[in-house]
């Protein structure tokens, strides 16, 4: 079945220590997004790329990065993890832009930081 | 700037009875109106979408919902809830051209036997 994949499911890394998060897909879609969801929180987003073109919200904090390889894998790096980073990493995709489109959700990483 | 407020953070409720979660964005333009539903273990899938056209909008699994513009609320129903409907619930709200959501903080739904 076509789905988005999210690698790996719980993640554990020690305070100041980079980490990073995978996404995969194989839906063939073109947007890819991530959010981060703190316990009880809106799921918040952090990036969103259409096809290569990357797009950061104005409140992600420089910490975290993102890249996109290809059309199947998308990549957050948190460079310098603080504790208040520990949340659920979502990753979601969408066939095309536009403000009436589904989004397809992984599962979601659970970050700790030690 | 725009916000998404979900009224209720958890309900219980027993099998059958009915269930309605209340939802109110704010942002006075044009609106898309999602609700997403996460079943225990599950990632995040589309429940309902409301765009344009007849406000009361059907989903999945006989949930509907009914978008109010005067109101500006988005408030989902199901006449009578069904062990499997425990889940945790967000609306969600869709207003520029890269269909970027804003969502609400969920209500965890918990539905006894």
């Known amino acids: 079945d076509a789905m988005v994949i999210q690698n790996p499911r719980y993640q554990v890394t020690q305070f100041g220590k980079p980490v990073t998060l995978s996404c995969s897909q194989t839906l063939n879609h073109n947007v890819m997004y991530w959010y981060q969801q703190k316990s009880s929180q809106a799921p918040k987003l952090l990036f969103h790329?259409?096809?290569?073109?990357?797009?950061n919200e104005a409140d992600t904090p420089d910490n975290f990065q993102s890249r996109r390889p290809n059309t199947s894998f998308c990549f957050l790096d948190i460079r310098s993890p603080g504790l208040g980073d520990a949340a659920m990493y979502l990753c979601?995709?969408?066939?095309?832009?536009?403000?009436?489109?589904?989004?397809?959700f992984g599962p979601g990483t659970r970050l700790l930081v030690l | 700037a725009q916000s998404v407020s979900q009224h209720n953070h958890h309900v219980i409720l027993s099998e059958a009875a009915s269930l309605e979660l209340g939802c109110n964005y704010s942002?006075?333009?044009?609106?898309?109106l999602f609700w997403y539903v996460q079943y225990p273990g599950q990632h995040l899938q589309l429940l309902l979408k409301?765009?344009?056209?007849?406000?009361l909008v059907k989903g999945i699994k006989g949930f509907e919902a009914e978008f109010i513009k005067s109101k500006f609320s988005f408030n989902l129903r199901k006449p009578s809830v069904q062990w499997s409907d425990t889940a945790e619930y967000f609306c969600?709200?869709?207003?520029?051209?890269?269909?970027?959501?804003?969502f609400g903080a969920g209500t965890q739904v918990v539905v006894t036997p």
């Open positions: 969600a709200v869709s207003t520029d051209s890269w269909g970027k959501l804003q």
């Open positions: 409301y765009f344009s056209g007849d406000p």
């Open positions: 790329y259409y096809d290569k073109d990357f797009n």
């Open positions: 979601a995709t969408s066939p095309e832009r536009g403000a009436r489109k589904t989004q397809y």
């Open positions: 942002y006075g333009g044009t609106v898309n």
